[in-house]
Every structure is written in C-alpha cells, then in structure tokens.
C-alpha cells in the first residue's frame, strides 16, 4: 500500500517486549546505509501529542472513562500523522514509530471493551490514509514481559536520572496482558500482508537481526529514499 514516497514501520506489542532498543538498533543500521531515519513514538511524537501523552500516561484521563481516553489517544495521533508522520514520509525519511494503531485497537478495543464500530471510525480519521507498509508485533509472555517492566521499574534510573515508574497501564493485571498478547496476534493473522511476529523472547541479537531482515527487502534499492541525505 502507498503512504507516499518514504517507508512507514510501526512496532506494537506488550510491555518490557524491547522494543525501543531494538527501534534504535534499526535506526542505527539503517542511518549506516546512508538512509534518512526518524525515529517516533505514541502516543506522542509531536507537541501536541506530546502535551496530550502527560494526560495518558499519568492517568488523570482514566476517571473520564475509556471512551474518553480512546479519543484522546485519536487526538494525538492525527496531530503525530499531520505534523510529522506524513511530512516525513513525503520528504522519504524512513519513519520508524513505537506503537500506532494497533496499540488503539488492543488495548481501548480488546481490552477497553470500547465497540468495534467506534473504534474503527477514530481509527480512520486519526491516521487518514496513513497505514503502516509493514508492523512488527513483538510477541513475549505475558509474564516475561511485566517482569521486565517491573525490573525496570524498581529503583531502575532513566538515562536522565528520573526514577522510572510504571505507569498506569503496565499496573494492569496479567490476564489483561495476556489478552492484548492474544489480540496483537489476531491482527497478525487477519492483515499477514502488514504485520510480521518476532519472538521477543530471543537474544537482543537475534531480534536485530530478524528486524532487518524483515525491512530490508522493503528498502528501495536505488537512491529514491533518502540516501546519502543523512546530515
Ligand atoms: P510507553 O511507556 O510509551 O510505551 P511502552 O509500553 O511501549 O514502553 O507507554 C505507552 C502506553 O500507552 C502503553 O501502556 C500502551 C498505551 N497505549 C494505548 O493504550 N493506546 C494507544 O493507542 C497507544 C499508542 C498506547
């Protein structure tokens, strides 16, 4: 499917599953060949995304319902796909994001019980005409990836010497966990054109490899993507 000239891969999937270290691993392979990378995340990813993330996350919208919290999640991602995401793709920047629309569909849909019908239509006006060439579902058990969240939690210090918390979502019980693991696996099946399923239980090695030996053959070879553009 055609999101303009750039190539668009989100990477969904639980808690503690890695991730965003294997995003920057990616970036960094990808920026060595010459092409132009950003990396982003949801919900954030623009400033007013990133305004609306503090509410997310902190769980001052939770009282307002899931209703409330799914559209919020819509707002911030129309503004991500507007101010950033489709500009970058029309430049041919390679556009790399933590979680989408899927991350929408499991945990407001699945998990949130929001209907099906109401979840579609903020889908649809949030990433207008913007869909993913390929997702990558990172898929660990449910307990392995809490555990890891929990680690990383207890005491653990970001980078900037913040004390990491968890955060509303990741307090949630397991057997919710193991739902929305079930529900990333659902969307595999039903789009297998899109979405492809790493074991996020290997070696961060392993995954790095796996990773781009799904988004190469994606990579145009020529120099129509933003090669040799990288400052
Ligand atoms: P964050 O700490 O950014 O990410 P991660 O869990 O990927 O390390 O937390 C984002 C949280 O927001 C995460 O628990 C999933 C949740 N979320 C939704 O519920 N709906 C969404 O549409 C998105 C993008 C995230």
């Given amino acids: ?23 920057r691993l990616l970036a960094d392979a990808l920026r060595e060949r010459g092409f132009r990378v950003l ?29 409330m919290e799914a559209i919020l999640f819509a707002a911030a991602r ?3 796909v507007e101010e950033i995401i489709r500009p970058s793709l029309a430049q041919d920047t390679i556009v790399l994001c933590d979680r989408f629309m899927d991350s929408s569909r499991v945990y407001q849909g699945v998990t949130g019980n929001l209907e099906p019908g109401f979840v579609e239509a903020l ?12 997702t990558i579902i990172f898929d660990l058990p449910a307990a392995i990836g809490l555990e ?10 970001s980078p900037k010497g913040e004390t990491i918390e968890l955060d509303r979502f ?33 070696s961060a090695s392993d995954i790095a490899a796996t990773v781009l030996s799904i988004v190469e053959p994606l990579l145009p070879a020529g120099d129509e993507l933003g090669r040799g553009l990288e400052p």
């Fill in 39 to 67: 990396m982003t995340r949801e919900p954030g990813g623009s400033a007013g995304a990133e305004a609306v993330r503090h509410v997310l996350l902190s769980g001052a919208a939770q009282d307002f319902g899931v209703r």
């Fill in 148 to 157: 890891r969240a929990r680690q990383r939690a207890s005491g653990a210090t």
């Fill in 170 to 202: 990741e307090k949630e019980e397991m057997e919710t966990h193991e739902k929305r693991r079930e529900a990333f696996l659902d969307i595999a099946r039903n789009d297998p054109g899109r979405c492809r399923v790493i074991d996020a239980s290997l």
């Fill in 123 to 134: 889908e649809r006006v949030a990433v207008n005409g913007i869909v993913p060439h390929c």
């Fill in 1 to 23: 499917m055609t999101v303009g000239q750039g190539l668009f891969v989100t990477f969904e999937g639980g808690e503690g599953a890695g991730k965003s270290t294997q995003i």
């Fill in 78 to 80: 129309s503004d991500h």
